[in-house]
């Protein structure tokens, strides 16, 4: 499975914008799709979560500003973002954790997509 994140850009503050992660391939089973960033010297923080069993997870430095979703039929998760502050600036990763089969846990990465936001 490969994964390919798109979308980022520089946006200004207030600003919006959709990432899209593209995945190509199959595996046996899809647990979760998540978003994670990195910002220069900082960690990578998980930004939102989606299962298959419909729920999404943001935290609280993001909810009610972030929107994970997912088109099944496209294989593709999107991360659309309102209201942006300059620290959302960030690399942004997407993510997919399954199983490859009924025993092999799989955890696959999407190249990163630059968002930088201007004030």
């Known amino acids: 499975v490969q994964l390919q994140a798109s979308g980022g850009g520089l946006v200004q503050a207030g600003g919006s914008l959709r990432l899209a992660c593209a995945a190509s391939?199959?595996?046996?089973?899809?647990?979760?799709m998540n978003w994670y960033r990195q910002a220069p010297g900082k960690q990578r923080e998980l930004v939102a979560t989606?299962?298959?069993?419909?729920?999404?997870n943001y935290p609280n430095s993001v909810k009610g500003r972030f929107t994970i979703s997912r088109d099944n039929a496209k294989k593709t998760t999107y991360l659309q973002m309102a209201s942006l502050k300059p620290e959302d600036t960030a690399v942004y990763y997407c993510?997919?954790?399954?199983?490859?089969?009924?025993?092999?846990?799989?955890?696959?990465w999407g190249e990163g997509t630059q968002v930088t936001v201007s004030s």
């Open positions: 993510n997919a954790e399954g199983y490859y089969d009924p025993w092999t846990p799989v955890d696959y």
């Open positions: 391939g199959s595996i046996f089973k899809l647990n979760t």
């Open positions: 989606w299962t298959t069993g419909g729920t999404t």
